[in-house]
């Protein structure tokens, strides 16, 4: 299964882009001996539209063109479902094992992510009740997918 990421708002380059792009790397590398590989990372501008209703609308349209036929969504959300991360590796596992072919996690931008998102979701995932700025969103899920090949490998990186 190809995992990638969607992301409203640039990385400029500097510390977070390069520490999220290390875990991705990582992940891609340790990824298809467990059936997950790294498709890429999107990331598109903040609509400058002027009002929050309607950058949305705009945002999520260039979402809805990356999405292959059939993909499993995961909005991310501080309001979403929280899970440890042998469950979200689990998760992954899970939809892998279905035969899912694509797998997108979004993240949104300074004004979050469009309502119309929340019905196509197959999931939104909390990563603290605590809301975070894009940039460490991004570190931070790419460091949680490398953390669940390492869990569903056994790789002795991930210790409770
Ligand atoms: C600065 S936040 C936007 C907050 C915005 N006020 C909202 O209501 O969604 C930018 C994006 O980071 C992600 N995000 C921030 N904190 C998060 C958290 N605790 N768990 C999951 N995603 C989070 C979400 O995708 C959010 O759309």
Redesign the pocket.
């Known amino acids: 299964m190809r995992v990638g990421l969607f992301a409203?708002?640039r990385l400029k380059s500097g510390p977070e882009k390069d520490l999220a792009a290390r875990y991705f790397d990582r992940f891609a590398k340790a990824g298809p001996a467990i059936g997950l590989e790294f498709s890429r990372v999107v990331e598109v501008s903040e609509s400058r539209a002027s009002n929050a209703e309607t950058r949305k609308r705009e945002e999520a349209a260039l979402l809805q063109k990356t999405l292959a036929e059939g993909s499993i969504l995961i909005?991310?959300?501080?309001r979403?479902k929280t899970l440890d991360s042998e469950a979200f590796a689990k998760v992954l596992s899970s939809y892998r094992d279905q035969g899912k072919r694509d797998l997108m996690i979004?993240?949104?931008?300074?004004?979050?992510?469009d309502p119309a998102l929340y019905e196509r979701a197959d999931m939104t995932?909390?990563?603290?009740?605590?809301?975070?700025?894009?940039q460490l969103?991004r570190t931070l899920i790419a460091e949680q997918l490398y953390r669940a090949v390492t869990i569903l490998s056994g790789h002795p990186y991930h210790r409770v």
């Open positions: 409203v708002g909005l991310l959300d501080e979403g979004a993240i949104g931008g300074a004004d979050g992510l995932l909390c990563l603290g009740k605590m809301t975070w700025p894009h969103v």
